[in-house]
């Protein structure tokens, strides 16, 4: 087993409000290997989550924001 948590940083075109981050964030704690997932009013934009590299990519966490229908992109990578 592999203890290691990666965490990718998401930018998310759209303004979202506050009710709307929260209902992302649990969408993407409901995906197996996701072990957090946040962000802040002062940059409710940007979203980090930390995830089991073994059992999930980043790109598998962007997808799942698109599926929202949101318009998103990895970044720092």
């Given at each position: 087993?592999?203890?290691?948590?990666?965490?990718?940083?998401?930018?998310?075109?759209?303004?979202i409000d506050?009710?709307?981050r929260v209902?992302?964030?649990?969408?993407?704690?409901?995906?197996?290997?996701?072990?957090?997932?946040?962000?802040?009013?002062?940059?409710s934009h940007?979203?980090?989550?930390?995830?089991?590299?073994?059992?999930?990519?980043?790109?598998?966490?962007?997808?799942?924001?698109?599926?929202?229908?949101?318009?998103?992109?990895?970044?720092?990578?």
């Amino acid at each position: 087993m592999n203890d290691a948590i990666a965490d990718v940083t998401i930018h998310i075109d759209e303004s979202i409000d506050p009710e709307a981050r929260v209902s992302l964030e649990s969408r993407l704690l409901a995906l197996d290997g996701v072990t957090a997932a946040s962000s802040h009013n002062g940059t409710s934009h940007l979203l980090v989550v930390k995830f089991d590299p073994e059992r999930l990519q980043s790109h598998d966490i962007l997808l799942a924001v698109i599926a929202t229908g949101l318009h998103a992109e990895l970044i720092g990578l």
